[in-house]
């Protein structure tokens, strides 16, 4: 691979970005499908892979909205059944990046669950329904990661299909 090519060093560059994007689904301190999705537009602005670049791009694309999209809408609407108010994740939100500065590594995760027991205890003033309201939105936020992750996957590998294809 010839590095000084900018068309192979654009194609390095945006392999490199998606495998970015892909672990910061994991790690929630980057926004991933927004990487990806970089990713394919650099490779499709700056290589030299013919017109069925701008193709993998519009599917990319189309992907990488529906994900977004999904990604709140899908658990928002099981939370609102299960009666999980918004301010409680908002709450748990915030205890969560406060907890990502406290705790290393495992704070974001730990915040998380203890701002939405907190704020969920405040309200319902019952340990178990906190508890149990807890659990529903450690489920939505696991569906939202995993719908999250398969977009990020779907991306990579309509790109690795372009550059096989193209």
């Known amino acids: 691979m010839d590095l000084g ?32 999705w ?26 990488a909205i529906v994900g977004e999209v999904a990604k709140y809408l899908w658990p928002g609407r099981k939370l609102k059944q299960n009666g999980v108010p918004n301010l409680s994740l908002f709450i748990g939100g915030v205890v969560g990046i406060v907890g990502f500065f406290v705790v290393p590594v495992v704070g974001l995760i730990l915040g998380f669950v203890l701002g939405i027991w907190l704020a969920e205890l405040l309200r319902l003033r019952d340990g178990k329904s906190s508890w149990t309201s807890t659990k529903h939105a450690l489920k939505a936020a696991g569906v939202s990661m995993l719908i999250e992750l398969g977009a990020a996957l779907a991306i990579a590998a309509v790109w690795v299909g372009g550059l096989l294809a193209t």
């Open 5 to 36: 090519d900018l068309s192979t060093t654009m194609t390095a560059l945006a392999g490199l970005l998606i495998v970015i994007g892909v672990f910061g689904v994991i790690v929630p301190a980057l926004p991933g499908l927004l990487f990806c």
């Open 38 to 63: 970089i990713g394919v537009l650099v490779w499709a602005i700056f290589t030299d892979s013919g017109w069925g670049r701008w193709a993998i791009l519009g599917i990319a694309t189309l992907i």
